[in-house]
């Protein structure tokens, strides 16, 4: 059970993080990514964790200016998102899933588990 916070509306520029939790060990799995979908478009790749090494994987639409984590011992993995502009607006959803390898961290059906997602509305 996945669990996604901290979306809202922040104007150009600004910045949100976004923590997933995560009940019983279901972060714990090899990889930890986020998606988007905004309105009209396909759920896209943001960024994924390899959760015991802590290798962090990016699209190039946010390389740069976002950040994956996690805390293991707290069991969240968190998106930090920095220079937001309107084309980040999205519903987020953070993923996981035993079965993901780094050849495919970017595919969906990799994903055994999603949260049920958060809006992030950047205003012009």
């Known amino acids: 059970q996945l669990q996604a916070f901290g979306g809202g509306l922040v104007q150009a520029g600004g910045f949100l993080r976004l923590p997933c939790a995560a009940s019983g060990g279901t972060l714990s799995n090899r990889y930890t990514a986020w998606f988007r979908q905004a309105p009209g478009k396909q759920r896209e790749y943001v960024a994924a964790?390899?959760?015991?090494?802590?290798?962090?994987y990016y699209a190039g639409s946010v390389k740069g200016r976002f950040t994956i984590s996690r805390e293991k011992s707290k069991n969240t993995a968190s998106l930090q998102m920095n220079s937001l502009n309107p084309e980040d607006t999205a519903v987020y959803y953070c993923?996981?899933?035993?079965?993901?390898?780094?050849?495919?961290?970017?595919?969906?059906?990799?994903?055994?588990?999603w949260g049920q997602g958060t809006q992030v509305t950047v205003s012009s």
């Open positions: 964790i390899n959760w015991n090494s802590g290798y962090t």
């Open positions: 993923a996981a899933g035993p079965s993901v390898i780094l050849s495919n961290i970017e595919s969906q059906s990799a994903y055994a588990y």
